[in-house]
């Protein structure tokens, strides 16, 4: 018997006929990348896991770590969760900050803390408001000295126009009134009118 060699093509394979083993042999699907979440700054320092529902988490974030290391410095981790326990979520972050900042404080000045601050801006604010009562009270001089300025020219600007001319009544007036001096002065007149009277009292024939 003589034997023949056959070539087979791929696609007349049975498995590749089977529609069963088709599905069998397709590719995985895709592993989703794992994402790591970083613990909080709190949970970093203190070396413990951070949980899902931290406290700590949202107010200290991993890029953030000075942040808990001064506030723990000074208050400690135990007490800043239970002032954060005690208070609405809305109210957190404000108190996150002061004690931040109060903390920041008392590590600067050991002594006086936030009080020395306030005390250093109070003192700041006292100069300021001294430098501008002085500074008010030099503009109500300078506008004193201003309106006595106008005053005293204006006087000099009236007392150097001319005077009005005088009417007639006041000339007729002052005629009247200067009479009698004009008399005194001039005896002559007198005379004049002395003999008038006596031409016309005695009469011509006697």
């Given at each position: 018997?003589?034997?023949?060699?056959?070539?087979?093509?791929?696609?007349?394979?049975?498995?590749?006929?089977?529609?069963?083993?088709s599905?069998?042999?397709?590719?995985?699907?895709?592993i989703?990348?794992?994402?790591?979440?970083s613990?909080?700054a709190?949970?970093?320092i203190?070396?413990?896991?951070?949980?899902?529902?931290?406290?700590?988490?949202?107010?200290?974030?991993?890029?953030?770590p000075?942040?808990?290391?001064?506030?723990?410095?000074?208050?400690?981790?135990?007490?800043?969760?239970?002032?954060?326990?005690?208070?609405p979520e809305?109210?957190?972050?404000?108190?996150?900050?002061?004690?931040?900042?109060?903390?920041?404080?008392?590590?600067?000045?050991?002594?006086?803390?936030?009080a020395?601050?306030?005390?250093?801006?109070?003192?700041?604010?006292?100069?300021?408001?001294?430098?501008?009562?002085?500074?008010?009270?030099?503009?109500?001089?300078?506008?004193?000295?201003?309106?006595?300025?106008?005053?005293?020219?204006?006087?000099e600007?009236?007392?150097?126009?001319?005077?009005?001319?005088?009417?007639?009544?006041?000339?007729?007036?002052?005629f009247i009134?200067?009479s009698?001096?004009?008399?005194?002065?001039?005896?002559?007149?007198?005379?004049?009118?002395?003999?008038?009277?006596?031409?016309?009292?005695?009469?011509?024939?006697?």
């Amino acid at each position: 018997m003589e034997y023949r060699e056959v070539a087979i093509p791929p696609s007349s394979s049975p498995q590749s006929l089977s529609p069963k083993s088709s599905s069998s042999f397709s590719s995985p699907p895709p592993i989703p990348p794992s994402v790591v979440i970083s613990p909080c700054a709190a949970c970093k320092i203190l070396r413990r896991r951070c949980a899902d529902k931290c406290v700590l988490a949202p107010y200290f974030p991993p890029n953030e770590p000075t942040k808990f290391t001064i506030a723990h410095r000074v208050f400690g981790a135990s007490n800043i969760i239970k002032f954060l326990q005690e208070l609405p979520e809305t109210e957190r972050a404000d108190a996150v900050s002061s004690m931040v900042y109060e903390a920041s404080a008392r590590i600067r000045d050991p002594v006086y803390g936030c009080a020395g601050a306030i005390c250093q801006l109070q003192k700041q604010v006292n100069e300021l408001q001294a430098q501008l009562a002085k500074a008010q009270a030099e503009v109500v001089n300078m506008k004193l000295q201003q309106a006595n300025l106008v005053a005293i020219l204006c006087m000099e600007v009236a007392q150097s126009q001319p005077s009005p001319q005088q009417t007639p009544h006041q000339s007729v007036d002052n005629f009247i009134g200067n009479s009698p001096q004009s008399y005194d002065s001039n005896p002559s007149f007198l005379e004049d009118n002395h003999l008038e009277s006596l031409w016309e009292t005695q009469p011509l024939w006697t």
